[in-house]
């Protein structure tokens, strides 16, 4: 099975544990699209790849280190994107009732998976790259 099916396996298993989930995509920092359960993954990818570079940014100008995950709250839900892996983002929309705190848990379960699906299970003992560079 190539890494895209099992990606799309974690993504459609990661809406099974979560039904407030709206849509799920996981895409390279470079806004390619490796596996999508959502409407418009090019754009909402696209558009990650953009916030991404300014939250690495960011995040490494305020000393607070790598990147791991940005929450985005709008009147009608959220927006949540996560490292998975040293050059890939999950990203979830969720609806505004969505429980933020097992949002958290199961997107960085989710996200390690990808991760070791992407990059391979041997990545996690290497240092890794600086995601989004």
Do not use: W
């Not at 959502?38 to 790849?49: H, M, S």
């Not at 939250?55 to 000393?63: D, I, M, N, P, W």
């Amino acid at each position: 099975m190539a890494a895209e099916e099992n990606v799309l396996a974690e993504l459609k298993r990661l809406r099974k544990r979560m039904p407030q989930l709206t849509g799920v995509l996981a895409a390279g920092t470079n806004g390619l699209v490796l596996g999508a359960d959502a409407g418009n993954p090019e754009g909402v990818a696209a558009l990650t790849a953009v916030a991404l570079g300014v939250c690495v940014r960011l995040s490494e100008a305020g000393g607070q280190g790598r990147f791991q995950e940005l929450l985005v709250r709008g009147e009608r839900g959220y927006v949540a994107a996560y490292a998975a892996g040293s050059q890939t983002v999950l990203t979830l929309l969720a609806g505004p009732r969505v429980n933020i705190d097992r949002l958290h848990l199961e997107a960085r379960r989710s996200g390690a998976r990808i991760g070791d699906l992407v990059d391979g299970p041997t990545a996690r003992l290497r240092p890794r790259p600086h995601l989004g560079a």
